[in-house]
Structure formats: C-alpha cells, structure tokens
C-alpha cells in the first residue's frame, strides 16, 4: 500500500538533503555545493519533505524572516512523480504551517506564476539570469583604474563580521545573521567585501561553487551601493576565484533585477549570457529591501 508523509526536516535528514540538490541538478538550476545545509542554517528554514514509501520524492519551503514576512521556494517533485497531486498535498502541508495572511514573496518560473495567483501571487518585476564567463569579465574589469575613489576589495578575515551582518541586513531588508554566517564561509565559497576612504562598508559580494563542481559557480549576493562599488568587487572576486577555485569551469551565473538599470548595464559590460527570466511574486506588495543596491540576489529559493 502506498504511504505519503510530509515532515519537515533538519540538518540530519541527509537523503532529503541530496534529494534537493539532486532534483535541482537535475533541473539545470545549479545549486551550490552547501545551499541547502545554509538555508537550513536559517533561524526559520521551513522546508518540507514529502516521502513516498519512505523515500523524497518532492519538497518545498516558507522560509520565515519575521512575523510579517515569509520567503516560498525549493518547490520540486522528482520527474515521474509530477503530475498526480503530491507537489499540491506538499504545499498544502507547509502553507498550513505558516501565517499565510502575511506577506509571502517567491521567484517563480513565468508560466507557472500565472497558477499562483489563486494563492493571492502578484508578479512585481522580472529577475534574469546571466551567464557569465569569469575571464571575459575579467578582461574589462582589469581595464578599470584601481583604488576608485578610495574604494578598496577586502577578505571577510579584514573585515569586523558585525558590521558586514548589519550591512546585509540593511539592504536585504531583514536579519538572516544564522543563514548568512554558514552561506560565507560554506565549502567553496568565495567572499569580498568593498570599503570606501573610511572603512565603512559599500558592498559585498559571495559566489559559491556548484553542486556539480564542473559547472561552475552561482554568485549571489552582490549588493553595492554604486556601480564603482560593484565592479571592485568582482574584480577581487574574479580574481580569487581563478586562483583558487575548484571548478575546472569558469562559467558564473547569477540572477539580476530588471528594474535595476545599473545592474542590467553592468551584465552587459561583463558580455553576460541572458539565459532565461523568473517572476519575483508576492502576495502583499513589496517587502522592505534597497533594492536599487542589489546587483544580484541572494539565490531565488531564499530570497
Ligand atoms: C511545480 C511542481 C512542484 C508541481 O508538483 P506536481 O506534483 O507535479 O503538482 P500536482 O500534481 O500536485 O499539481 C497538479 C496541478 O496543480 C498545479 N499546481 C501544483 N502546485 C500548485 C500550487 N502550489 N499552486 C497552484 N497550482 C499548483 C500543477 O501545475 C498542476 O497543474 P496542471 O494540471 O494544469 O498541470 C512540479 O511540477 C515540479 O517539480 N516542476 C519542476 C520544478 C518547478 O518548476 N518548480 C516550481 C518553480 S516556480
């Protein structure tokens, strides 16, 4: 007889773990190596496992960041279970969980989108996804004058950790200290912060590399508060990657706002790919965030 069980999990469900990369791997979504062990570093990762027979067959999350403010995603059922109800018992099981009245914000596949809209989804703008060669872009960002306008790359190690928590939390618009502290210094990742003349800090960057390591590397944060800001960055960024990666790729993605015209500019300097569009959705207009400074987000399945 067939046995459905909806849970959810913790940072020792190892097979549901595997199963979620596994399942974005096989969706071209290019995890990260450790994503999922950071997401549920998150104070309130909400992710749900469905098992069928005992094994993960699909999974989705509300990742909690305050009373009023909810992120869904990791939204997958595995290829040959699609279709038979499980994905909907699941989202069912974990919205049951949450305080759905509030606000709820998520990056959705265009055409699935539309299907959200019974839960009360709005799309506010579009997010694209670039494909970026690491060398290419280091070929225009080498040619930037260094030390712009006193604007200076430094290693998380130079940095105090407290001001570059309150630095994120500013501009993401919520506190995620526990997620963020696991998501910079995870397997493979590789973080720059940027200083003006008085140390104080103007952006930050993360890429971390793939889950499967010959793809690549995601990269995500990139907030800036200029386009100056942003450009040191990556170049320091770039830089280490090539020296010390462990992809044999040097293929880097990240997902920006098309409201963000800085953003989108600084894509095509870098001669990024598009490859394809999300919708960013919420069911109460737009959470706090400084938006104009995200360059890149954070990763569509946290935020
Ligand atoms: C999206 C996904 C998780 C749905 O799981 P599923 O088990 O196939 O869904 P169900 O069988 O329960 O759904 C039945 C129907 O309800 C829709 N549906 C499923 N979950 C839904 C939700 N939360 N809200 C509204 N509609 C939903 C399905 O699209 C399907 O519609 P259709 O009959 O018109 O095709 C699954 O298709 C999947 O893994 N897709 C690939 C990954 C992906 O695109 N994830 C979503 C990113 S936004």
Redesign the pocket.
Known sequence: MEEFNIHEITSIDASAILFIKE?MAS?ECRPGLEDVECFLASDHPGIYIGELNGTPI?S?SFTKYCSTYYSFGL?????I?????????I??TAIKEIDSSQNIS????PS??K??E??GFRTQWLCSNYDINLTKALEFLKAIPSNQNGLTAKSTTEIDQEALLSYDTAVFGYQRNSFLMKWLHAKGSHVKVVVNSERTIVGYAAARVAYLQHEGYRLGPLFADSDEAAKVLLKALFEEILCNGISTSHSVTIFCLKRNSNSMELMEQLHGKHTFD?AYITTKGVPNGCFDKWFGITSPEIG
Do not use: D, P, S
């Open positions: 399942t969706l699909g989705v939204y997958l059922v595995e290829e279970y699609r279709g038979k109800g499980y994905g909907m018992q989202f069912n998520a990056y959705a596949v699935i989108a299907k959200y019974i839960h999300l």
